[in-house]
Every structure is written in C-alpha cells, then in structure tokens.
C-alpha cells in the first residue's frame, strides 16, 4: 500500500469515529477566530523586504545599528504643497513652522529635517521616528491636515504599507463578492445541480475565513509582508472551490451505484488521493521559495504551503462530516442528480479525437501557438518596487511623484556608504580621499548629494585634530564618525526614488566607482534601501533557477511514485511549464513593454511556483483517469480519449472557477496583483484549452506504449501501443 493510498484511508478511518458536527462546529470556530483577528493583522505585518544575510547591503545595515544607533528608525518624508504660494511667502512659512512643531512633539518623533527652495511651492520635511512606525506613526503625522488650499502628502515604505494594506482590504473584499457570485454560477454548471454548487462553495468561504488566522500565526514566527494578505486569498479561494470541485464530482459518481459510506471511501481512495498529491506538489512548489535567501520569500513560501495544508485538511474532514449530515435528511443521489460522465461538451471531445487522430499535426499547430506567447518571455526583466507600483490616487505615491519633482528622489531613503578603517578615519590623506570620493560623485547628474565628514569646510588636517579631540567626541557622531572612530558614513541623496529600476544601475556604478577609491587598509559598505533593494533583486534572480529545479524534482518524485511511470512525470512537467512562460510572456508584452518598467520579481516567482503546481491539479486528474481506463481496457488511444472527455466537465469547470478568482485581481490597481492576475488567466486559459486538448492528448499519443514506461520494467500495454482511432 502506497502512502497514497494509506493516508487517505487513515483520515476516512479517524473522520468515521468523530461526530460530523464535531467536525464541523471545529472548522466553524476556527473561521470565527480567523474573522476576528482579520481587523488586527495590519500591526502584524512587515513593511519592507530585509537584505538577503550576507550580501553587502546587510553588512553596511550591521555596522550601521553597532556603530550608528543614532541613525535607525523609520524615516518619513512628507511634502507641504500649495496651488501658488512659494515657501518665501510669510503665509507658506508659518504654515510649516506650525506642522513642524506639532510633528516635534509627537512622543517617539526623533526629528524633523526642513528641506525648501524659496522659488517653490513645495516644502520637504524628513520625520524620523525611530519608537513610533508603522501605522500609528503615519495617522499622528497625517492628521490633523493642514487649511485649505495646502495640501500635505505623506510618504515613505511605512506609509506604502499602510495606504496598501487599507487599498487591499477595501477593494479584496469587492473582489472576493465578485468572485465568488461568478464561481457560484461556474460550480452549477460544473455539477449540473445547486446542492454541490453550495457544498463546494462553503468550503470556499471558509478557507477564505480561516486565513487571517494562518497569517497571525505565521508573523509570530517570522516577518511577513503585506502582499502576503492578498497572496494568501488568492490561494485560498482558488484551492478553496479547486479541491471541492474534484472531490465532490467523483463522488457524485460514486453515488450512483453504491450506499452515501461506500462512495466516500471510493471518493478518499481515487480523488482522495488526487488532492493529496496535488497539495505535495504545490507544498513541494512553496517551500523551495525558501531556497531564495529572503525574507519576504520566507513568508511567501510558509503562506502557500500553509494554504495547501489548510485546505487539504478542509476537503478531507468538512467536506464527508457535511455529505454525512445531508445523507441522514435526504436521499443524496436523487438530490444531486445523475453525474455526467461523459464531460458534457460534445466539442471537447471532437477536439480530443482529432488530436488523437492527427497527432503530429495537432502537435505542430499547438507547439505553433504556445511559441507565439512564450516568445515575449525571453526578454523578461524583473525588478522590486514598492511605492512605485502603487495607484496614483494614494497619498504615498502623489507624495513620491512631488519628491521626484523637487529632484529629492532619495531624500528618505539616501544611499549609505560605510568607510571602515582599523586604524580609525581620522587621518587627513583618508580624509581628502573620501571628500575627493564624494566630488566625484556629486558630478554624476542621478546623485543630487553625497555628505560626510569630508563634506565639512574645515581642511582635513583640522578635521582630524577636531576628531582626536575627546571634547569634540560627542559632535563626532552627529558628523557620522562612530565613537570609536572606526566607521564614517556618507550619505548620498538620489534623485531617482529609492524602487526605481535604474537605482539597479546607479548601485553598481557606485560600488565599481569606489572599489577603485578606496584606501589601501579600508574597505566600504554600500547600504540603505536603495542597495538593499539591488541585493533583493540578485537574490531573486540567482534563486529562481534553484526554485525552478526543485519545483520540477518534485513533481517527478511525486508523479513518479503515484502514475507508476517515468514519462508520464516528465511529459506532465513540460506540458505544464508550457502555459506557466506563455502567461509570463504575456505579463512581458503588457507590462514590460506596454508599461516600460521590469516586472515585479515577487510576480514572476509566484506564477512560477503557485501555477506550477495549482494546474497539476488537473494534471493528476486527468492522467489518473486515463490510467484507469487504461489498466480496464488496455486500449491506450480509447484510454487518451476516455479519460480526457470523462474529465473534461470538471477541467473546463476548474479553469472557470480559478479565472473568476484570478482575473478581478487585475483590476486591484496594484501593480503587482495585475501581473499577476493576467499572468495565471492566460496561462489557465491557454492550460484548458491548447495544453490539455491538442498537445497532451497527441502527445500521448505519439509516446504510445512508453507512456507507462518504468526502468528495469516492460512498457505496459505494447501489444496496443500503435492503435489508432478510427474516425
């Protein structure tokens, strides 16, 4: 007995010796739980992405909370616009003077930096607040507002996160309504019925319900980031309406022929079993996020792996408790009506047949067509933003927009330099070279300033007797020279904003400009966001082959065991990987090149892994019933035939039920979210219809008898290898 099978009859064994509405009253309180602790996540989630440990980024952020504690906390940068007024005039004036003496006495507010040019109608002020962050340090500075006609704009990653979070909360909630009064329709004419419609969809509703509390208990165990909210509703609603789908189709059929205990064991034993491989997969697919060493993929991984348990758990034991408890008021077959084994669309299996009967042509044109979506995909370009990804209509990003008007880009989040030396910073050649260092700098025109204690007017031979001076060791640290006179830190203000995919370029053009600067004995740190942000996104990158290679050892590790076949897993592997890049070949061609910025990188590993593994789902489904009817018949074109079309109700019904979860993800406003929900409804339309009814069915086909091909085994079914169909 596999674990396949053994894990299923475990579970129907233990669910038999619990009360069905012990069941169901535990599933109900824990979607209470979760419903209320819904209002508090905010407090609980991350605001920005942590360097990947090691890299140079999280060095210099070391150094940084050991030498200059003087310099964490969060920074906030708020922009006092008026129509027509300029900062000079004396009514522009007090306005500020006023917002920056409420903002000093803001408990927890360090300081508040004024930055304005006289000819302007913008002022700059930096609030850092190294006790207060997150939301609540954003309303204190947010209100009250200042008198018409000023208008004060807030921004920052805090204030990204909260103008996020409260935009995912409004507008997912609207989404979700959406989604699931069109999946109801979808699920009726999956099932044919209402009753099974309404089961699948419960089970929908309280996966959805039970989320918040999975995520309350991941933040206890480690950061996780906003988008995790949206990522974890998406998965779950999806897998929510998925796994009922499939579960309740079979045992519709199982129904017809045998008592309400009997079709349940059969449902665990074969579609049971479908799921559970399904969630190794997509658990398989989740955690191998983790081999990309960062946080926020951390959490990711946890959430999709989390969500896949969760709903697993869900189908195995809610879904028989609630077919125990109908079956005991009515006479369940008669109620759900008779199944419809023949997938109920006499064109899908028109298409099937002609594959099967002109497979090499079929094969042509469908390899056609996929090469045709995927192409746009070899240009793929990947970035992180963060505020910049946001709607124009939120406070942050109109604030950011004002900041990059005034040339400020990187007032907020400078660049910092670190410049380390063992015999201590305070030598006047060390100091010339880092003011030399800091004019060359000064001169590329994407840099607005680059400041440090070799900034100062003092010749370096007086800034060095100034630094050697116990008295002036107090004013050394506002100058950015650590006590013990080891460190120096040089900010440098960008003009670009700190998630602008050119900062990328300006990184590495700073790191090889003072490679080649540095004193011998010394070495410099490149940090703060901007840097990080560039470390992010190599860690992505250099990660997302590891991901991909796990993802595919998996699925064949899996599959092999479950088909009992080796070319089975393999042709599952790169059919599925077909409509995975199509979808990402479209996200290029809309938004790389339709929008003119780098896709987000989060995007392109969440089609990657989430994707992958839901459309297995599908996969295992309809390979397994083609399996069956196999080893009944030992006809293999009849079994390619049989099994798709008995399959195909519930595979059409499966793509239309996860395009009206993912396809009102596009019209979030989240930059992010849209890629996504583009990418997983183009690769799901291009799955259900080129995938699943030319290429896998004549690519079967073609393989004939090798389909169920093992090493050291004879191929099953040789003697029937060459059938074909007749027309």
């Not at 979070?165 to 609207?174: D, M, T």
């Not at 990657?608 to 009944?632: G, K, Q, T, W």
């Amino acid at each position: 007995m596999t674990p396949f099978t053994f894990v299923p009859s475990g579970i129907r064994s233990a669910a038999r010796r619990c009360a069905p509405w012990l069941v169901v009253g535990f599933w109900l309180i824990l979607a209470l739980i979760g419903v209320s602790l819904a209002p508090h996540l905010e407090s609980r989630l991350a605001t920005t992405e942590t360097p990947p440990p090691g890299s140079e980024s999280a060095q210099a952020a070391a150094i940084m909370r050991e030498a200059f504690p003087q310099f964490e906390g969060t920074a906030h940068l708020a922009v006092l616009h008026h129509p027509f007024l300029a900062v000079a005039d004396p009514v522009f004036r007090d306005a500020n003077e006023a917002l920056i003496a409420r903002w000093r006495q803001i408990p927890g507010v360090r300081s508040v930096t004024p930055w304005s040019e006289q000819d302007t109608t913008m002022a700059l002020l930096i609030v850092t607040s190294p006790e207060v962050s997150g939301s609540s340090a954003v309303e204190a500075l947010r209100d009250p507002r200042p008198p018409e006609p000023f208008e004060l704009s807030v921004t920052g990653s805090a204030a990204a996160s909260v103008d996020l979070f409260r935009l995912l909360s409004e507008r997912l909630g609207q989404i979700e309504r959406f989604s699931i009064l069109i999946s109801l329709g979808v699920l009726i004419y999956a099932f044919g019925g209402v009753l099974l419609a309404f089961l699948a969809l419960g089970m929908g509703l309280i996966c959805l319900a039970i989320i918040p509390l999975l995520l309350y208990g991941l933040s206890g165990i480690g950061a996780v980031s906003v988008l995790n909210g949206a990522i974890a509703a998406v998965v779950a609603l999806a897998l929510g309406l998925d796994y009922p789908l499939l579960f309740l189709s079979r045992l519709r059929e199982e129904l017809q022929t045998r008592s309400v205990s009997e079709a349940l064991d059969r449902a665990f034993s074969t579609a049971g079993r479908t799921l559970l491989v399904s969630t190794l997969i997509l658990v398989g697919a989740g955690l191998s996020l983790l081999l990309v060493p960062l946080e926020e993929s951390r959490s990711v991984a946890l959430t999709l792996a989390g969500s896949a348990v969760l709903t697993l758990a869900l189908a195995w034991t809610l879904l028989p408790a609630l077919i125990t408890l109908l079956a005991r008021r009515w006479d369940l077959p008669q109620h759900l009506g008779r199944a419809q084994r023949g997938g109920g669309a006499a064109w899908w299996a028109g298409i099937v047949r002609l594959s099967v009967r002109y497979p090499r042509r079929a094969l042509v044109l469908g390899f056609l067509a996929l090469g045709l979506l995927i192409a746009p995909a070899t240009q793929l370009k990947t970035w992180v933003p963060y505020v910049s990804m946001l709607p124009e209509s939120l406070e942050s990003r109109r604030g950011l927009d004002r900041v990059l008007e005034l040339g400020e880009g990187g007032a907020a989040s400078p660049i910092l330099v670190v410049w380390s030396r063992e015999e201590g910073v305070g030598d006047p050649a060390f100091l010339r070279q880092i003011r030399s260092a800091g004019e060359a700098l000064e001169s590329d025109p994407r840099i607005g300033r680059a400041e440090s204690i070799a900034s100062h007017p003092l010749p370096p031979e007086a800034l060095a007797s100034l630094l050697r001076s116990p008295a002036m060791r107090w004013s050394s640290e506002r100058l950015g020279v650590s006590p013990d006179g080891k460190h120096a830190l040089m900010r440098i203000t960008s003009r670009l904003a700190p998630d602008d995919p050119r900062i990328a370029t300006l990184i590495e053009d700073l790191r090889a400009t003072l490679a080649v600067r540095v004193p011998a004995g010394a070495t410099t740190r490149l940090g703060g966001m901007p840097a990080e942000l560039t470390d992010v996104q190599r860690a992505f990158t250099a990660g997302m082959p590891w991901v991909l290679g796990a993802n595919l050892l998996v699925v064949l590790a899996v599959l092999g065991v479950y088909l009992r076949s080796l070319v089975l897993p393999l042709k599952a592997v790169l059919t599925n990987l077909l409509p995975v890049f199509a979808g990402l070949g479209v996200v290029v061609a809309v938004f790389q090149w339709g929008g003119g910025e780098p896709v987000q990188s989060l995007t392109v590993t969440l089609i990657l892994s989430l994707l992958f593994a839901i459309s297995m789902d599908y996969e295992v489904f309809m390979l397994a019933r083609i399996r069956e009817a196999f080893d009944r018949t030992g006809g293999h074109a009849e079994a390619i035939v049989e099994g798709l079309t008995g399959s195909g109700r519930v595979i059409l019904g499966g793509a239309l039920v996860l395009l009206s979860v993912f396809v009102p993800y596009t019209l979030v406003g989240v930059r992010g979210l849209q890629e996504l929900g583009v990418g997983l409804s183009v690769a799901l339309v291009v799955d259900a219809t080129i995938v699943r009814l030319i290429v896998v069915p004549a690519a079967m086909q073609v393989m004939g008898s090798w389909n169920y091909w093992l090493p050291g085994g004879k191929r099953a079914g040789s003697a029937v290898g060459s059938e074909t169909m007749e027309p």
